[in-house]
């Protein structure tokens, strides 16, 4: 079965610098999260978006923004990178109307996105 | 205090013996996930749980809505069963945004 893909995979970049992960949920999912795990940390949530429209918000910097597009992909874009912005990036992707994968609002996660800031 | 907690931290067990991790939380909650992350990072959803039992394979995830908790159980462990596993909840409150307990490592030696 078609699973969360995010790309990259992995991503170096410098201080100050900007990056962009990108997430495509499972088809037919309609709702999409991204959560922080920095190092030896639980994942944080960050935002998620259902139909194209941010649902709800947790402890993402101003720096960051995200949005889902008309094809229910979302990307996560980050500006003036801090060393503190190293972490693993994940995003998950539920249905909140039906899907034929889990139950209702069961959340799968992609493989994460490795950011390191020099 | 955490919202979510789990115990044992860390647990290491011989192959072939029956596991069980225990999750408490403190806030009233819609769903409760089980997750499974290798040390490579990616996290695998293994059950979602908002009463009763589940099973699938050698994993059983029980909840107690009444007393606030969880257990995840894994019968004839085997050394690829080692992995950190993660209690998360879905508030009442705070829509289908998870909040993570600490996770557990659990470490089956052959």
């Known amino acids: 079965a078609a699973g969360v893909i995010q790309s990259p995979r992995h991503l170096i970049k410098e201080k100050r610098e900007t990056a962009t992960l990108k997430c495509y949920p499972i088809?037919?999912?309609?709702?999409v999260y991204w959560y922080q795990q920095g190092p030896g940390q639980d994942p944080q949530f960050l935002i998620s978006f259902y139909e194209k429209m941010q649902s709800d918000k947790g402890s993402i910097p101003d720096r960051f923004s995200a949005q889902q597009f008309s094809d229910y992909h979302s990307e996560l874009n980050m500006s003036s990178l801090e060393l503190g912005d190293s972490a693993l990036y994940f995003c998950?992707?539920?249905?909140?109307?039906?899907?034929?994968?889990?139950?209702?609002?069961?959340?799968?996660f992609g493989p994460g996105t490795r950011l390191t800031v020099l | 205090k955490n919202e979510v907690e789990q115990s044992p931290q860390n647990l290491t067990a011989q192959e072939g013996e029956f596991i069980t991790i225990n999750c408490s939380y403190s806030?009233?909650?819609?769903?409760l996930h089980w997750l499974q992350q290798h040390p490579g990072g990616g996290i695998v959803s293994l059950f979602m749980?908002?009463?009763g039992k589940k099973k699938h394979g050698r994993l059983i995830a029980t909840i107690n809505i009444q007393e606030k908790h969880s257990s995840l159980h894994i019968t004839a462990s085997h050394p690829r069963d080692s992995a950190v596993y993660i209690c998360a909840v879905m508030r009442e409150t705070s829509g289908s945004r998870l909040t993570f307990g600490e996770g557990t490592q659990l470490t089956v030696n052959p």
């Open positions: 749980l908002s009463s």
């Open positions: 806030v009233g909650i819609s769903a």
């Open positions: 088809p037919r999912h309609d709702t």
């Open positions: 998950a992707s539920s249905s909140l109307r039906f899907s034929g994968r889990g139950s209702y609002n069961e959340q799968f």
